[in-house]
């Protein structure tokens, strides 16, 4: 009989945001009164603006003319966005990345799960506890649960960001800001990490996909800010959050062509022309109305609206963090993220404050625990509600004798 890969065997028996969803469907089937309010999964709740609208018109349109109808299109993405990525993202910010470093994807959560594929299965892998569960899980259906998978507590000691380790790592996963802590790293502090990478020779794969709510200017909005982060790293950015295309999928990945990696041989190889291989082989491209619609997200309309739609979030992040600050509870994030987290009161466990919070108050969030060990004791809410629903939310809450 045909085998099948055990690692999967090792891993939870669902997907963190499916075991919530499954869950809150049970409360809600067995009170179909309450009104649920959801700062769970990180998914945004405004509509598209009228710039990416219009634009994803006229490209369905396009698709329907003998002249202008696309069928595959390239597996890197077309030129006209890539091009904008890299003038607007990253070289008017004084940051050399080409087009053709860059590769549009069909979201994050593929692309930082699809990167291992180029990785070597010798390869020592840290990645933070707690951590946005992709990276883990992908890495465990790989290797499995190994002794090559370090992981890297990052608590209330350590302000939820993880130490230099003194010994060598090969890969490191880093997302900033945070998911799910809503912490960030100030350059110096990224800094440390670029130079840990040049020196042991490793990797980083540096997840952005919230770099657009960064409101400080001390806290870097690309790895490529930081001087020879171009030989060590690996950028993730996504367009789901800043600019509502969780359900449209689009993404880029940055691999620079400096970036080289050893063979078993001992050979220096771009990292550059393995991607380019793994994405033509098992990936056909971003379909053209998306990229289409992200393209709009570039023009100075686009612009302004996506940067409304940030600042409305973030404005639901202020909501969240006064009614927990009035509450008295102690919380973290939410300044330059659209994560708040926050310690579970009277010592509660994670999942008890969910049980919690759902049956007393009706509103869903994230049990920490479930993102890692370290994260038992805290739980994670999102901005990406309306300001009605985040306000209601925040009322209840203060209300709530637990
Ligand atoms: C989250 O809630 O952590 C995110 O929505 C997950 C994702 O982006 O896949």
């Known amino acids: ?57 006229s490209a369905v349109d396009e698709m329907g003319v003998k002249e202008t109808f696309r069928g595959y299109g390239p597996e890197q993405g077309y030129a006209f966005l890539r091009e904008k990525i890299s003038e607007i993202d990253f070289r008017r910010r004084g940051i050399d990345i080409s087009p053709d470093e860059i590769f549009v994807g069909d979201g994050s959560k593929s692309d930082t799960g699809n990167i291992g594929d180029i990785l070597g299965d010798d390869n020592v892998v840290g990645i933070t506890d707690p951590v946005y569960p992709v990276y883990l899980d992908t890495n ?14 990052c608590n209330e000691e350590n302000g939820f960001l993880p130490g230099i380790p003194s010994h060598h790592l090969d890969v490191i996963y880093l997302c900033y ?46 790895i490529y ?10 950028e993730f950015r996504s367009f789901s959050k800043n600019a509502g295309f969780t359900g449209l ?3 880029y990945t940055v691999v620079p062509k400096a970036l080289k990696a050893r063979s078993v041989d001992g050979d220096e190889l771009p990292i550059h022309s393995l991607w380019n291989r793994r994405q033509s082989t098992k990936f056909n491209g971003t379909p053209y109305i998306v990229q289409k619609a992200a393209e709009a997200v570039y023009s100075p309309q686009g612009q302004q609206e996506v940067g409304n739609m940030v600042a409305y979030y973030m404005r639901n992040a202020a909501i969240i963090r006064e009614g927990l600050a009035e509450k008295g509870w102690t919380f973290f994030g939410g300044e330059n993220s659209p994560y708040i987290w926050l310690k579970c009161p009277d010592g509660m466990d994670s999942w008890t404050f969910f049980d ?3 049956q007393e108050c009706h509103i869903v969030g994230t049990p920490g625990v479930g993102f890692g060990s370290e994260g038992e004791g805290y739980f994670r809410l999102t901005a990406f509600n309306s300001h009605e629903k985040t306000a209601e939310a925040v009322e209840r809450i203060k209300k709530w004798e637990y």
């Open 140 to 153: 465990i259906m790989r290797l499995g649960k190994s002794s090559q998978i370090v992981l890297l507590p």
């Open 1 to 57: 009989m045909f085998q099948i890969n055990e690692n999967y065997l090792q891993l939870n028996e669902s997907y963190l945001f499916s075991t919530i969803a499954r869950r809150v469907e049970n409360f809600s089937a067995s009170h179909p009164e309450a009104d649920i309010i959801r700062l769970g999964i990180g998914d945004v709740t405004l509509p598209l603006p009228p710039s990416i609208l219009s634009a994803m018109h």
């Open 177 to 222: 800001p945070n998911n799910p802590t809503g912490t960030v790293m100030d350059r110096k502090q990224l800094k440390q990490w670029v130079e840990y990478a040049l020196e042991n020779r490793s990797l980083i794969l540096f997840d952005a996909a919230y770099e657009a709510f960064i409101r400080d200017n001390d806290v870097p909005r690309s």
């Open 249 to 251: 999928r689009c993404s």
């Open 225 to 234: 800010e930081i001087e020879g982060a171009t030989a060590c790293a690996i």
């Open 356 to 358: 919690r919070l759902l």
